[in-house]
């Protein structure tokens, strides 16, 4: 099946700080992937579409200059957390929708684990 | 606004058991529906998905039935095994998107020896 990678699994940042973390799509090309966040026994909870070649568009409440998204190429997708709280300490995973899947079926990519100290 | 529930939060049964995990939703107007496993501090991995015109699904031991007009999803687990403990979520797409994902709650899975 289609396989997405992130980097990194876990980052510790102190507060003020920016963190990137990457989405990749491995052996697969896509237009579109997504942004999801996941407090400590929540569900995920989606952020943002990440677009290739376009801006990203942001869900109700999503600060869009907190967290910037940059879809630089078909198997890329960039998510900046810029000057990181300790509010922002999640599990951040990203999505993407393999051409080949039959009806819109989503790949997950192992998530990334951000602590702001 | 599409809302996702799951029923029940948490599960324990002795391994070789047959169970059912539930899901519900509240906009009927859906494009598929899936069905993901989460391992604790681990992403997401791809169980099942069922397109809106169909009425189930089966891979190897598990089998997700859709009844879009009551808004209802079921995961079928046969012959439960250890290893099948985990986080299992249900995931429609939100309202007028094919491809944006609203989850449920998830079910807790533990399988004991």
């Known amino acids: 099946g289609a396989v997405v990678s992130q980097h990194p699994s876990r980052v510790i940042c102190k507060s003020g700080t920016s963190v990137k973390i990457e989405c990749r799509s491995l052996d697969f090309q896509a237009t579109t992937m997504f942004w999801y966040r996941q407090f400590p026994k929540k569900s995920l909870m989606l952020m943002a579409t990440?677009?290739?070649?376009?801006?990203?568009?942001?869900e109700q409440g999503v600060e869009k200059d907190k967290f910037l998204i940059n879809h630089a190429s078909l198997t890329l997708s960039t998510l900046t957390v810029t000057s990181a709280h300790p509010e922002d300490s999640s599990f951040y995973i990203c999505?993407?929708?393999?051409?080949?899947?039959?009806?819109?079926?989503?790949?997950f990519g192992p998530g990334t684990r951000l602590t702001v100290t | 606004k599409q809302e996702v529930t799951q029923i029940p939060a948490a599960l324990s049964v002795p391994e070789g058991e047959n169970l059912v995990l539930n899901c519900s939703f509240t906009d009927s107007a859906i494009y598929n529906l899936q069905w993901f496993r989460q391992d604790p501090g681990k992403g997401l991995t791809s169980l099942l998905l069922i397109q809106s015109s169909q009425r189930e699904q089966t891979s190897g031991r598990l089998n997700a039935s859709l009844d879009k007009s009551s808004g209802r999803s079921t995961l079928y687990i046969a012959a439960s095994q250890p290893g099948d403990s985990a986080t299992y979520l249900c995931a429609v797409p939100i309202t007028g998107t094919a491809s944006k994902l609203t989850f449920g709650t998830g079910t807790r899975l533990q399988v004991t020896l």
């Open positions: 999505s993407a929708r393999s051409p080949s899947g039959v009806g819109y079926e989503q790949y």
């Open positions: 990440s677009n290739e070649g376009s801006k990203a568009t942001y």
